[in-house]
């Protein structure tokens, strides 16, 4: 879903400094290392790791996409915080930039048919609910901004993590992605680009997942990932925005502010074709079903047995 709103942009600390007067001197001299030296120390002392936590939880509880009304309620609470810190000026700037949303009431969802065009498996749209202060009325769905929209249906084919590389190896391998869906793991090259490749080989979609091999490293079981690690849980996916383009895609590499001229929502840098991101649990239930010849042992995700 596209929208076009207005995004406040904020710079945000967690750290909490004090104002010191420091006096200039060269750092070649023995008195300039030693001011350096007082500086660092100075600042080290007043980073205070209760008040570090304690904004951390207050900016994190509630999801705050760009353009949303909890981002102009944090962006309003910095602005207020840092007043009253003292700083002489502090000023929010609007932009109307496009900016992309998951459809909350029809989450993207990957389908798996069988020969009869029956659904036998759908992955989930939304993480597993692990803790109870995880649930949010307004929790964010799987979704990649600026993914197209629409629905595509075609094989699946495994592509590592979709660098220029492995679709090369695949096209060695007489492995064709054109009219077909590709499958990659996250990592090495910026997801947008991974979209990007797949769209220029012909690939009519895109399905992105976390190898548990580097983000679950001690274990996929309960006990070795969130919430009792910081690892990833099998349900877990990453969100994150596929724009290649600087700036507004509307318009690229000037600021968006009104008045500015704005190009086609068609001509704007963005995917073509749809991507989808879901968990590593979801994804090794579509890998276990692929065939063909063997990936090669570097291509394998995890410790699981994999075919192209």
């Given at each position: 879903m596209w929208s076009t709103s207005l995004w406040k942009f904020v710079l945000i600390l967690f750290c909490h400094f004090s104002f010191i007067n420091v006096k200039v001197l060269s750092l070649g001299t023995s008195e300039?290392?030693?001011?350096?030296?007082?500086?660092?120390?100075?600042?080290?002392?007043?980073?205070?790791?209760?008040?570090?936590?304690?904004?951390?939880?207050?900016?994190?509880?509630?999801?705050?996409?760009?353009?949303?009304?909890?981002?102009?309620?944090?962006?309003?609470?910095?602005?207020?915080?840092?007043k009253a810190q003292g700083l002489d000026l502090v000023k929010k700037v609007s932009y109307k930039t496009l900016l992309s949303y998951p459809e909350f009431q029809n989450p993207n969802k990957v389908h798996l048919l069988n020969s009869n065009n029956e659904i036998i498996f759908?992955?989930?749209h939304m993480e597993d609910v692990l803790r109870q202060e995880d649930q949010h009325k307004d929790f964010v769905?799987?979704?990649?901004?600026?993914?197209?929209?629409?629905?595509?249906?075609?094989?699946?084919?495994?592509?590592?993590?979709?660098?220029?590389?492995?679709?090369?190896?695949?096209?060695?391998?007489?492995?064709?992605?054109a009219g077909k869906i590709v499958i990659a793991k996250y990592g090495l090259i910026y997801r947008g680009n991974k979209v990007k490749l797949a769209q220029s080989y012909g690939a009519l979609g895109m399905i992105l997942f976390s190898d548990p091999h580097e983000y679950a490293q001690d274990g996929e079981e309960p006990y070795n990932v969130y919430p009792n690690t910081w690892w990833l849980p099998p349900s877990g996916a990453a969100r994150g925005?596929?724009?290649?383009?600087?700036?507004?895609?509307?318009?690229?590499?000037?600021?968006?502010?009104?008045?500015?001229?704005?190009?086609?929502?068609?001509?704007?840098?963005?995917?073509?074709?749809?991507?989808q991101p879901?968990?590593?649990?979801?994804?090794?239930?579509?890998?276990?079903?692929?065939?063909?010849?063997?990936?090669?042992?570097?291509?394998?995700?995890?410790?699981q047995s994999l075919l192209h």
């Open positions: 300039g290392h030693n001011q350096e030296l007082n500086v660092t120390e100075t600042i080290l002392r007043e980073v205070n790791a209760t008040r570090i936590r304690e904004n951390l939880q207050y900016l994190t509880r509630n999801p705050h996409l760009a353009g949303t009304s909890y981002d102009d309620d944090l962006a309003d609470y910095i602005e207020d915080l840092w759908t992955s989930k769905h799987m979704y990649n901004a600026y993914s197209a929209n629409g629905t595509v249906e075609g094989e699946l084919v495994y592509a590592r993590y979709a660098t220029p590389e492995d679709f090369k190896t695949l096209t060695q391998s007489g492995i064709d992605v925005s596929l724009k290649t383009a600087k700036g507004d895609p509307l318009t690229p590499e000037y600021p968006s502010i009104d008045g500015a001229y704005r190009i086609p929502v068609k001509d704007a840098v963005i995917p073509k074709i749809p991507c879901i968990g590593y649990g979801d994804a090794f239930q579509l890998l276990h079903l692929l065939g063909g010849v063997t990936a090669p042992a570097h291509w394998q995700p995890s410790n």
